[in-house]
């Protein structure tokens, strides 16, 4: 058995402590590593702000620890539905990587299985008990941005996966994937909702190698995206606020002192013109 530390008080103390320090691992190693160079398909379709700083691998801000327990909660809701899968015997592979260098894309898609209609792509999304029944009586069940995510793993795995799998190419598409599904799970009382999704060659152009191409110009160009998501949700929850609060504060200064700034310009060019006509008068009155 392993030596027991009695220093806490209670169990969440202890609970806590454990996150706390694993996200200072987390944080360390991110701090360490070269960054990666990548955009992320689990970016797609957010805040191109965000999305810039994350491939800048810039420090995040601090998390509650909340935060770091939904995290975990999130990440066993996975682990069980892959485990689920691989002992059903439908599971092709899960948590696999795939990096695009021609777009600068990386995405890691949770499960490629095997269907009775075709080979699947999944995307598992936990959500709390109140989302998860919110969405479910919205007219369009699954939101843009999660759409443009799994869009952005469906254009990786029938690159790339091709090479990997050849057995498993559809003879008739020349792809591996058939098609994608969303698998909602409440996390609060285990309700699961599956939604299968396609995704035409124009859709995928428009919504995800379009918006690839303006991330990778700002990126080429050094210049920040504007922050699209201030005052959503996305900014509410978002790792970079701190950073991008000072960034709109900055912004609104120099605006501000632009606009006090030429504003005394035409003061000066009024005054100047004033002063000119009133020299012409004078003159116009000698001669005569």
Known sequence: MKPLIK???????????YFNNEEDLKRKLRSERITSGNWYSSMMGLCKRAHYFSRQNLPMDMKEDRNNFVTELGNMTHEYISKACYHSGILICSEKTIIDPDTNLKGRFDNLVQLTRGI????????????????TKDKDKVKHHQKVQLASYDYLANKYLPYVYPELVNKKTGKVVDYCIIYYVDRGG???DEIPLRFSD???KKYVLDELDTLNSYYDRKVIPPSEAWGTWQCKYCGYKKRCTELRIKYKENMKAKDLKSKANNNKKQKNELTNIRNTRQRQTKLF
Do not use: H, L, W, Y
């Open 190 to 192: 285990g309700c699961r």
């Open 202 to 204: 124009s859709f995928i």
């Open 7 to 17: 220093k806490f008080r209670t169990v969440d103390e202890a609970v806590n402590s």
């Open 120 to 135: 699947a792509m999944v995307d598992i999304k936990s959500q709390r008990p109140e989302a998860f029944f919110k969405r």
